[in-house]
């Protein structure tokens, strides 16, 4: 996530030990107390936020707003009915699809001067 290797973080706790000296401890552990009250403030916001949706929206999930989950999900998951080339919104045939009954392969398209 950091991308922080063995020197860097080493580094960094060379550096944390010059800082704060003896109260490294306490400073550590009230750093893990706030990241533990952060993490609460979240997932009660995401509780509140849930509730207000109401019942239709119970299986919404915000990770789904991420853009690359998004993607992920839409265009390369198994159940996607595109890929699949199963009916969906965008399948429909226009009228004038369906009205006539084709060409035979020797036949040439009807052509109109006056349409351009």
Known sequence: MFDVGLGEMAVLVVLALVIFGDKLPQVAGQAGRML??????????????????GPEFKDF????????TFVRKHLFEDGDTYLKNDPGIFDDAPSYATSAAGLDPSEKPPFDNEAT
């Open 36 to 53: 533990r009250q952060f993490r609460e403030m979240a997932n009660s916001a995401k509780a509140d936020l849930q509730e207000g949706l």
């Open 61 to 68: 999930d915000l990770n789904d707003l991420n853009p690359k």
